[in-house]
């Protein structure tokens, strides 16, 4: 059972470059999130979707964009990389609609924008 | 918009000593509440949580935490605390019946042997 997966694991982009940042989940559930982590900030939440079709803003979701696929997919976009997007992305996954379960994270994407 | 302060950014505590963390949260109405866990190297777990009920809550490793609705607080606690306890903590709120679950800055906090 894999549980959270997230691609890739490691990334150098430079300034401008666009990537998109996959997580797939296995445990059937509704909610999906995408949090970045830096020192001294805890984990800020960039978007998430409570069920498959929809989305919603986080606190910093500025810079980002985000795509449910399906169930199973959420999918999170940097058109533009800027500096101030280096962090650690984690992304996550809940049972209920109306989180009344806990967050499972993924192992987290640590990308560099030079 | 809901928010989650940590007044602790870093602790240091001796093997055996007991632990609280201080967390308080900035929503009026019906809260769900977390304590989440970073070990070293390691992802975000769950340590306890609380929905409704009984506002003394009991976490994996001994962990506790009590919600005070009159002080908008939901304080980690541990009698005596464990080398292996060295980890960030993490205080997080969403609001009845919403998705959107906030977390505070973190709690890293450092036991010595």
């Known amino acids: 059972n894999a549980g959270v997966t997230q691609t890739p694991k490691f990334q150098v982009l430079k300034t401008g470059q666009s990537m998109t940042l996959q997580c797939a989940q296995d445990?059937?559930?509704?909610?999906m999130y995408w949090y970045r982590q830096d020192p001294g900030m805890g984990l800020r939440l960039i978007y998430y979707?409570?069920?498959?079709?929809?989305?919603d803003k986080g606190e910093v979701p500025n810079g980002y964009n985000v795509s449910r696929l399906n169930k199973r997919e959420f999918s999170l976009r940097l058109e533009s990389a800027a500096p101030s997007q280096t962090s650690v992305y984690f992304c996550?996954?809940?049972?209920?609609?109306?989180?009344?379960?806990?967050?499972?994270f993924g192992e987290g994407s640590r990308l560099t924008v030079l | 918009a809901q928010s989650v302060s940590q007044h602790n950014h870093h602790v240091i505590l001796s093997e055996a000593a007991s632990l609280e963390l201080g967390c308080n949260y900035s929503?009026?109405?019906?809260?769900?509440l977390f304590w989440y866990v970073q070990y070293p190297g390691q992802h975000l777990q769950l340590l306890l949580k609380?929905?409704?009920?009984?506002?003394l809550v009991k976490g994996i490793k001994g962990f506790e935490a009590e919600f005070i609705k009159s002080k908008f607080s939901f304080n980690l606690r541990k009698p005596s605390v464990q080398w292996s306890d060295t980890a960030e903590y993490f205080c997080?709120?969403?609001?009845?019946?919403?998705?959107?679950?906030?977390f505070g800055k973190g709690t890293r906090l450092h036991i010595l042997p």
């Open positions: 996550a996954s809940s049972e209920a609609s109306y989180n009344t379960g806990e967050l499972f």
């Open positions: 445990m059937n559930h509704n909610s």
């Open positions: 979707s409570a069920s498959e079709g929809t989305t």
């Open positions: 929503y009026g109405g019906t809260v769900n």
């Open positions: 609380y929905f409704s009920g009984d506002p």
């Open positions: 997080a709120v969403s609001q009845h019946r919403d998705d959107k679950i906030i």
